[in-house]
């Protein structure tokens, strides 16, 4: 079947395949989240999870309620997902609550319970990370709050992430030292019903050895499931990129040695769409995938006859040269270039990379 074909005919949406809004700097738009609703389960993923780092009453100020337009927003994306068939999930960071977690415990439960109550999440993601490791008892303080979260929560499915998420050295360079035993004291303990999150050797994985995934199956006794950092661009280095090109190193193999696999995307919504229409394809064709082939179906059906080959033509200026190595002429002539388009989603999102609108959060330490 043609590449062309089986994206416009849509795919079977895998339950285990799905979106994690996961990055740091400005999130998306609700009117762009609930574009997605419709999107993912026409292009073969399964769930949306929202866990936008943006978001201070998920993170920072997790203990605050959302303002009720916020909630009232939340709401409807989880209504527009549950009409399309796919899988709504919310993803809590409860930053500095394994401080004092006796003080802070009420708040927490009053938390997870105003999300049920609200929002009735098909999965809540506990997230640790990009947290300091600050105590050697790291694991077991995040233990007893993941298993008091699961006895509060009614959600069907529940993830856990780590602080440590990756052997990636960078973690510790920035976060301090991984606890002694802190991997396996999670693969012990951690109630079964959580799956948990990995991102690879790397945070920024390109591949993910089959030897690796079973190192990370032993140590957490369970299969990983995938946090993938590809497409996204939030960090110091990748916020001068676009990721358009199709998902690479991606095989079939993988459907057998995770529990699942979330794509973290960009924060370009609309440029998005062309890198995450190519990876179901990867699952479903396996080694008669091409991912040239994916990636100029792909930018033709989300950009269409006129604004699709520019953006092809272009791909190595967007995806390897990057904005601060762009020269000035190159920058006039991708101005030049896509100005014409303004008013089309992928070309402004092109013509804001270039102006600089999605700058750099420092934030985001782990690029």
């Known amino acids: 079947m043609p590449y062309g074909t089986l994206l416009a005919g849509g795919l079977t949406p895998d339950p285990a395949l799905g979106l994690i809004e996961g990055f740091f700097g400005k999130g998306w738009s609700f009117a762009e989240r609930r ?16 866990a936008p780092k943006e978001d201070g009453c998920l993170r920072k100020h ?29 993803g809590l960071s409860p930053m500095g609550a394994h401080h004092d977690y006796a003080g802070k415990r009420a708040a927490l439960e009053a938390k997870v319970r105003l999300i049920d109550a609200e929002l009735a999440p098909d999965l809540l993601a506990v997230l640790f990370d990009d947290m300091k490791g600050d105590t050697p008892d790291l694991a077991a303080r995040q233990l007893t709050i993941a298993h008091d ?37 999670l693969g012990r303990q951690l109630d079964p019903r959580f799956a948990i ?7 920024l994985s390109k591949r993910y050895p089959s030897d690796h995934l079973a190192q990370v199956s032993d140590w957490l006794g369970r299969k990983p499931f995938l946090w993938d950092n590809y497409p996204v661009n939030d960090g110091s280095k990748s916020s ?14 993988l459907a057998q040695e995770l529990s699942g696999h979330a794509v973290n995307p960009m924060k370009q919504a609309a440029l998005s769409t062309i890198p995450l229409a190519s990876l179901p394809l990867s699952y479903r064709l396996g080694d008669r995938y091409n991912p040239e082939q994916a990636f100029h179906a792909s ?11 520019c953006i092809e033509e272009d791909l190595p200026l967007m995806q390897e040269v990057g904005l601060a190595q762009l020269t000035a002429q190159q920058q006039d002539y991708l101005s030049r270039r896509y100005r014409p388009f303004r008013g089309q989603p992928c070309a402004d999102e092109i013509l804001g990379w270039l102006a600089g609108d999605y700058a750099f959060d420092p934030d985001c330490l782990t690029d």
């Not at 609703?37 to 769930?47: E, K, M, N, V």
């Not at 990129?241 to 199709?246: G, I, K, M, R, V």
């Not at 930018?299 to 006859?305: D, F, K, N, T, Y």
Request: aromatic share 16%.
């Open 149 to 185: 979260i699961a006895a509060w929560s009614q959600a069907p499915r529940l993830l856990f992430c780590p602080s440590y998420y990756s052997t990636d050295p960078i973690l510790e360079k920035v976060f301090g030292p991984m606890p002694t035993g802190y991997l396996t004291e």
């Open 240 to 253: 001068h990129f676009l990721h358009l090109d199709a998902f690479r190193e991606r095989p079939a193999r």
């Open 299 to 309: 930018v033709q059906a989300a950009c269409g006859p006129q604004l699709g080959p």
């Open 62 to 90: 997790w203990a605050e309620p959302w303002p009720e337009a916020t909630l009232q927003a939340l709401k409807l994306l989880a209504a527009e997902c549950r009409a399309n068939g796919l899988a709504f999930g919310v």
């Open 35 to 50: 574009r997605y609703a419709q999107w993912l389960p026409r292009h073969g993923y399964g769930f949306y999870l929202y």
């Open 197 to 203: 999150f990995w991102t690879g050797p790397k945070v």
